[in-house]
């Protein structure tokens, strides 16, 4: 697992964001993730009744946030110690996505399939693009802002309780 985290934003939810990810889901259900408005990063998932009853290791099949965060459990991501930061290679994308240090928006929208009710999908939208081979996801450091900075060039300031980077007061 990757180390501390320095730099990362507080994510709020984004009522545009929940809006055009309820916009992109189609009124079927498929297994096809809808396309994603520019600027925007998508994560999809799709559920049957029958497979969230299943039980993997004694639980059911992680579904939706719970889904794209356990990527990182099942693949180990390099970090470069002499680095202070965590470059996305290409491994991980709805994990990395979800925490890359930018992101500071989310809206999601799911829906029953209309031809049966024993079908879900989920499709949530962050505020980035998606990351690109070899962008930063995070600053690596102490977990806290550094001296209580946020990334310079950015509206943010640094919440000394979390240590995440939350939009300044006005």
């Not at 970090?79 to 928006?105: M, Q």
Request: proline content about 6%; glycine content about 8%.
């Amino acid at each position: 697992m990757a180390g501390p985290r320095c730099f990362l934003q507080d994510v709020e939810w984004n009522c545009t964001l929940e809006r055009l990810a309820n916009a992109s889901l189609n009124a079927n259900c498929t297994k096809d993730a809808p396309e994603a408005p520019l600027g925007t990063t998508g994560f999809f998932d799709y559920i049957t009744e029958g497979e969230l009853r299943k039980m993997v290791a004694g639980k059911p099949r992680p579904f939706g946030m719970e889904l794209w965060l356990s990527e990182i459990e099942r693949t180990s991501m390099y970090v470069d110690p002499t680095l202070s930061f965590v470059l996305y290679e290409n491994l991980n994308r709805n994990y990395s996505n979800l925490i890359r240090y930018n992101t500071y928006g989310i809206g999601c929208a799911g829906r029953f399939c209309t031809d049966a009710l024993d079908q879900f999908n989920i499709f949530c939208l962050t505020n980035k693009p998606p990351l690109r081979e070899y962008e930063t996801i995070y600053y690596t450091g102490g977990g806290l802002c550094p001296k209580y900075e946020c990334q310079p060039g950015h509206l943010l300031s640094c919440d000394p309780q979390t240590g995440l980077c939350i939009k300044k007061q006005r």
